[in-house]
């Protein structure tokens, strides 16, 4: 059994603005957390997909309710030899002894968890990408309140039974097209009472691939007749194929509303054509372009031809698709427009 906990938020939040000694402070925090965070990596290397926590790498201190108890405890370990009170002891060292057991708790929380990156999907630039993260353990004993954390915004908590998996989804910000590698991220857990935090940085070996934003769609096909076809299918005789995710720039007027209404995901419909249309999209057809807008340019017929329902193929500099259809197809002249090297390197 799998738990899924999402939380959007994780998409990055901006450390909040603060002005004078309050802004002073959060700067010299977060300059202090870098130290650390970089000591860590120092430390402990980077992992790979898995790792399973052990001591060493764990760390833990008391949270600001801790941190109230303790100041109480004293308070209290203060008047009770002030005034020689032996149930002002008795108490003070239950509380003591409480927070011992607290504190012990809270770092057996993540020893022996199994963090595992287990994929993720494919997105646009400009899309948020999600990192799924599993996290389980071969004890025989819960695991309570696990957290990601990743620039002070959490995803979960979540409860980790024996023999099961939970997972999490980390949402990153897809600026560019490429490859985008999830940065640190932190597992960490507050139980029992949130009197302590005990984490682990955590530096997975997980990306995920970021195709190019596509054009605005509005410039035809390209007809090809090296390719057997016009660059349009037959308009008349067109049936219903399927459903792909829509992305930004699909027409409206195709977009399965019925299947937003069931599940919120926007979908667009894809029809086939009696008479196939085949074409080869070429980066040199686009003269006129720089090169990002070309890419752009050929992302946005990459997905007008799946759409159409009809072959096509892409030659681009130093490698050529030959041609194909189907979402599989279509993920393959993605993945080559975003590997394609800097712009300056295959610029004509």
């Known amino acids: 059994m799998t738990t899924v906990a999402r939380r959007d938020a994780f ?23 870098r130290r650390a965070a970089a000591w860590a990596l120092r430390r402990q290397g980077r992992d790979g997909v898995a790792v399973t926590l052990q001591r060493r790498r764990i760390y833990i201190l008391p949270t600001r309710y801790g941190l109230s108890l303790g100041l109480l405890v004293f308070a209290m370990l203060l008047g009770s030899l002030n005034y020689g009170a032996s149930l002002g002891f008795a108490l ?9 057991v607290a504190m012990h708790e809270c770092h057996n929380g993540l020893l022996g968890l199994e963090v ?11 899309q948020t990408a999600e990192f799924r993260i599993a996290l389980a353990h071969a004890g025989r004993r819960p695991r309570y309140e696990i957290e990601l954390e990743r620039d002070g915004v959490s995803a979960g908590p ?38 302590f935090r005990a984490w682990s940085w ?27 076809g016009t660059g349009r299918p037959d308009a008349g005789d067109a049936d219903f194929a399927g459903l792909r995710a829509a992305v930004p720039g699909d027409p409206p007027q195709r977009i399965a509303w019925k299947a937003y209404a069931r599940n919120a995901a926007l979908l ?29 340019q050929l992302a946005r017929w990459c997905l007008d031809a799946e759409s159409a329902g009809g072959a096509f ?28 090297p800097a712009p300056e390197d295959h610029r004509g």
Not at 92 to 100: D, I, N, S
């Open 116 to 126: 595992r990156f287990v994929g993720a999907h494919p997105v646009f630039a400009g």
């Open 11 to 33: 998409a990055g939040r901006p450390p909040p603005r603060l002005g004078g000694a309050g802004g002073r402070l959060w700067r010299a925090v977060g300059g202090i957390e």
């Open 202 to 228: 955590l530096h997975l070996d997980a990306r995920c691939l970021v195709y190019p934003e596509p054009a605005p769609p509005g410039r035809p096909l390209p007809a090809d007749a090296a390719a057997g």
């Open 92 to 100: 003070t060292f239950l509380l003591a002894g409480l927070a011992l």
């Open 268 to 296: 667009l419909k894809q029809f086939s054509a009696g008479t196939s249309a085949r074409v080869v999209l070429d980066w040199n057809a686009l003269p006129d372009l720089p090169p990002e807008a070309r890419i752009a």
């Open 313 to 340: 193929g892409l030659r681009l500099p130093g490698t050529t698709i030959a041609l194909g259809n189907g979402p599989r197809h279509l993920h393959e002249c993605l993945k080559a427009l975003a590997l394609l």
């Open 158 to 195: 979540v409860d980790v039974e024996p023999g099961e998996a939970a997972t999490l989804r980390v949402a990153v910000r897809a600026p560019r097209r490429g490859w985008l590698v999830l940065p640190r991220v932190a597992v960490s857990t507050r139980h029992p009472g949130r009197l």
